[in-house]
């Protein structure tokens, strides 16, 4: 089969690799449908850190069951699925709790041999806990098909950084961010009620969008200036809640400081530094800092019906659509900001 692998940054390539196999009775084979780059992989495409030449890639799909394990007991061959990006037995104590990506005995597609999900195929581990049957098949219009994708990783990131900051009906937000994420972030604040939501972001493009998913202010400033930017428009106190979308020493503490006396930053940028920016700042002033690895399996009872009724459309964030065997090109156009979000299509 057809897979993406990344030798060193700058370099990933398509090229033929064994097509996945059953490995553990547990285990299920998909066939990709369509998957996608994600901002997260742009990090190890930059070389921070350096990945291991010959890294699977790829940790968001949809597809086809074709193959299951003896001991896979929720799926059967034609079964069309979402796969979230982390892998998650649904049955540790954790999962129980509804915390899927710290499952004790998963891990994150592309980590392990043959989980790379910019792909033909993929081999899901434990897939009764970790795959969801979707009500629709493979022949959907393209618009829903990709936001099924964003069920996988982006929008229930977006929404987990809304939940942990406690984004309810008649509060201000700021998400930091105008990524696929902070763009999701918008839409899912918007969703839960939010009355104000200022985006920082500077790319006009995103930031358009953004207003369409229920942006109703935009801050092109950074750092300090974006603060005093931000404070100007809440009557100096800051917002409610911060969504930070980025992973930055910058980004964080910028939604520290934007953060009012009390207020909640929800995190969901992969982070890029070892202590934690601002701390401080947000110990002084009351303000919580909460989130880390979205749980989109135990999201998607919750969000998937707004997105088959239309409530929703975060497929928007795709603006460029590539067959698989391009994808070294999606990664430039993304780390060259020529496009926000890349979906694949094998």
């Known amino acids: ?178 990524g696929a994420v902070g763009l999701c972030a918008v839409l899912a604040a918007c969703r839960l009620g939010a009355e104000r939501i200022i985006l920082l972001g500077h790319h006009e493009d995103r930031v358009a969008l953004g207003g369409e998913f229920g942006a109703t202010d935009v801050v092109a400033e950074r750092g300090e200036a974006a603060v005093e930017r931000v404070r100007e428009l809440t009557g100096g106190l800051g917002v409610h809640a911060v969504l930070e979308c980025v992973g930055t020493d910058e980004a964080v503490r910028t939604s520290i400081e934007l953060a009012r006396p009390g207020g909640t930053v929800g995190r969901v940028g992969v982070p890029q530094h070892t202590a934690l920016p601002g701390g401080d700042v947000s110990f002084y002033r009351n303000v919580r800092i909460a989130g880390g690895p979205a749980p989109t399996r135990a999201y998607l009872p919750e969000l998937l019906p707004d997105v088959l009724e239309g409530r929703i459309e975060p497929g928007r964030v795709f603006d460029l659509t590539l067959p698989l065997a391009e994808t070294p090109a999606g990664y430039r156009a993304m780390a060259e900001r020529q496009a926000i979000k890349v979906l694949l299509r094998p």
């Not at 033929?16 to 196999?21: A, G, T, Y």
């Not at 994600?38 to 070389?47: A, E, F, H, I, M």
């Not at 799909?61 to 061959?77: F, K």
């Not at 219009?141 to 990709?146: C, G, S």
Request: proline share 8%; net charge negative; glycine share 12%.
């Open 1 to 178: 089969m057809q897979a993406t692998v990344m030798y060193r940054a700058g370099d990933v390539r398509v090229e033929e690799r064994p097509d996945p196999r059953i490995e553990q009775p547990t285990d299920a084979i998909l066939r990709v449908v369509r998957s996608c780059i994600c901002g997260s992989d742009l990090w190890p495409y930059r070389g921070l850190p350096p990945t291991p030449a010959g890294q699977p890639m790829g940790h968001e799909a949809i597809g086809v069951v074709e193959d299951v394990g003896a001991e896979v007991h929720t799926l059967r061959p034609g079964d069309f699925v979402v796969m979230p990006f982390a892998i998650s037995d649904g049955t540790c104590e954790v999962c129980r709790e509804g915390l899927t990506t710290a499952c004790v005995n998963g891990g994150f597609f592309g980590s392990l041999p043959g989980t790379g999900a910019q792909a033909e195929a993929v081999r899901v581990p434990h897939a009764d806990g970790t795959l969801y049957k979707l009500p629709v098949g493979e022949q959907s219009d393209e618009r829903l098909l990709a936001s099924l994708l964003t069920l996988s990783d982006v929008m229930g990131t977006g929404h987990h950084a809304a939940v942990v900051a406690y984004v309810g009906p008649g509060m201000s937000v700021a998400v930091v961010g105008d």
